[in-house]
């Protein structure tokens, strides 16, 4: 079979949620000086698809100079939630999304792989009422890669029968590292080689060309 699965990215895959992050990492940067003013927004929207936790390593690490205890990682990504939670369960879903979902529940099985930890992503999605369209929903750790890996040894499906759906370079490594098929929203990926579209308004006639191919 061409097409055996799907697999999507949420933040700004299925809803219209990065902004809502990009201004919880802006109130956490604030407090740590003039030192830090927008490097790590920055790097947050340089590594979309990317965890929490290793973006605030990283921050430690090549800002402030200094080590991360896991307690502390662990006290800024709850400040992190609590900022982000309300507008992200509030966020309108990407155009094209539910349509998507709609049409190929139940004819592939579909699934999530998030940065997002794993029991604050199940819960956006309830909250959405898009849960049940989802054969799995995989949050972090682990980082993307390995979530996708992980999504098509469960499976069984051949990588070069799966579509990975994303909006950052990441879910493109991830998707190139495991041997799947890529496809992307954001004009970003005008020039990745891979198919894309500014939302997912023409995702099902993508997936509608490979399911073609079963005939």
């Not at 740590?32 to 947050?44: K, V, Y």
């Not at 800024?76 to 609590?82: D, E, I, N, T």
């Not at 759906?165 to 004009?187: K, P, W």
Request: neutral net charge.
């Amino acid at each position: 079979m061409p097409l055996a699965l799907v697999v999507f990215d949420c933040d700004g895959v299925l809803l219209e949620s990065v902004e809502a992050k990009t201004r919880a990492f802006e109130r956490i940067e604030a407090d740590f000086g003039p030192r830090a003013a927008g490097r790590l927004t920055r790097h947050h929207k340089e590594n979309g698809g990317v965890s929490r936790a290793e973006k605030f390593a990283w921050f430690f690490k090549e800002v402030l100079y200094r080590p991360l205890s896991a307690g502390e990682n662990e006290a800024l990504c709850r400040r992190f939630a609590s900022f982000c939670l309300e507008e992200v369960l509030s966020s309108s879903l990407v155009p094209g999304a539910l349509e998507t979902l709609t049409a190929w529940s139940g004819r592939v099985p579909l699934f999530v792989a998030s940065g997002t930890p794993q029991e604050e992503l199940a819960e956006v999605l309830r909250h959405k009422g898009l849960a049940g369209y989802f054969t799995g929903i995989f949050g972090s750790p682990p980082d993307k890669a390995s979530l996708l890996r992980n999504i098509l040894r469960l499976s069984g499906a051949p990588p070069e029968q799966a579509v990975m759906v994303g909006d950052s370079r990441t879910d493109q490594l991830a998707a190139e590292a495991a041997g799947a098929l890529f496809y992307g929203r954001g004009q970003c990926f005008r020039s990745s080689g891979h198919p894309w579209h500014h939302d997912l308004t023409r995702l099902n006639l993508y997936l509608e060309k490979l399911a073609e191919k079963n005939l």
